[in-house]
């Protein structure tokens, strides 16, 4: 069973910038709609000058959209309903963290990134699935991340909300077995975007080494490959996915020791930042996974 990507429509959240920008690149000439949902409209009206040009008959509908307002999401699946367009795929790729200790957080990072990361794509999924179930064909391409099958200290909300998507993902597919309808998720590890840049999370990002990081465009190419062939669970690039394979045998005290090492190594370096410091509160540095908008 293959997702209706061919000739159909797909909606692609966080599609400004990073993998959800390539994604649309890479399904320009084979899509018949691409609808780009972001923030950055202006991002968005270049990506669709360049999508045109690559498949002149394309259609590309370009909406802003601010995925922590669920009633933005309601307004564009109306316009959409209104316009009469019908969604075969939908990719949620949009999401948002935030490197810091869970003390420092303030309430608002914290509420933004459960709506952009767990409210928008089961909102998405609930509007979109059920047609697609009528229909008896469609596509659900879900990008999570490694982080939610290990222990990330400074990045304890967005771990917790890149578990559920990893939960709700895989339980959603097994229900959607027979229906015709295709579901994948996708977990990237260092993916060369604006992600750590916008993070404050260069260094750990530098420190990885240049054999484990692999380009946004490698990182759609291995998700769409994956999710034309139904696999359930991508992990893009050779080696990253071997050491997530490997590390599914790890004990899970011997994963907790090393995070401790990461955790101990944070609350130091923070307590360490005079107040008043650009960096004292590194809460206030707002992850978007690729930029604003997504990964």
């Excluded at 309903?81 to 019908?86: K, P, T």
């Excluded at 794509?121 to 047609?131: D, G, M, Q």
Aim: aromatic share 4%; with cysteine; hydrophobic share 40%.
């Amino acid at each position: 069973m293959r997702p209706p990507i061919d000739s159909g429509t797909v909606l692609i959240t966080g599609a400004s910038s990073g993998i959800g920008r390539e994604i649309a690149r890479q399904l320009a000439r084979r899509a018949r709609t691409i609808v780009l949902v972001a923030r950055r409209v202006e991002r968005m009206e270049e990506l669709r000058e360049e999508l045109h040009a690559r498949n002149p008959t394309l259609g590309v509908v370009v909406e802003r959209c601010d995925l922590s307002h669920p009633e933005e999401v309601d307004s564009l699946l109306d316009s959409l309903h209104r316009h009469l367009v019908q969604v075969d795929v939908l990719v949620n790729n949009a999401g948002l963290g935030d490197y810091s200790l869970y003390e420092e957080e303030s309430w608002s990072r914290i509420h933004q990134m459960l709506q952009v990361n767990v409210t928008a794509p089961v909102l998405l999924a609930h509007r979109l699935l059920r047609r697609m179930v009528e229909r008896g064909r469609g596509g659900i391409l879900n990008i999570s991340s490694g982080g939610a099958r290990v222990f990330v200290p400074g990045l304890a909300v967005y771990t917790g909300t890149k578990r559920f998507l990893d939960g709700f993902t895989e339980a959603l597919r097994l229900e959607l077995l027979g229906t015709g309808v295709v579901v994948t998720q996708v977990a990237p590890g260092p993916v060369e975007t604006e992600f750590s840049e916008v993070a404050g999370t260069q260094e750990q990002q530098e420190r990885a080494p240049s054999w484990l990081r692999i380009s946004a465009a490698q990182c759609a190419s291995e998700a769409l490959e994956g999710f034309e062939r139904a696999v359930p669970l991508v992990y893009p690039g050779f080696a990253y996915r071997w050491m997530m394979r490997l590390s599914s045998l790890v004990p899970r005290p011997v994963m907790r020791a090393g995070g401790l090492v990461a955790a101990r190594k944070l609350r130091h370096d923070t307590s360490l930042l005079e107040p008043g410091h650009p960096d004292a509160r590194l809460g206030e540095r707002l992850l978007l996974a690729g930029g604003p908008d997504g990964h």
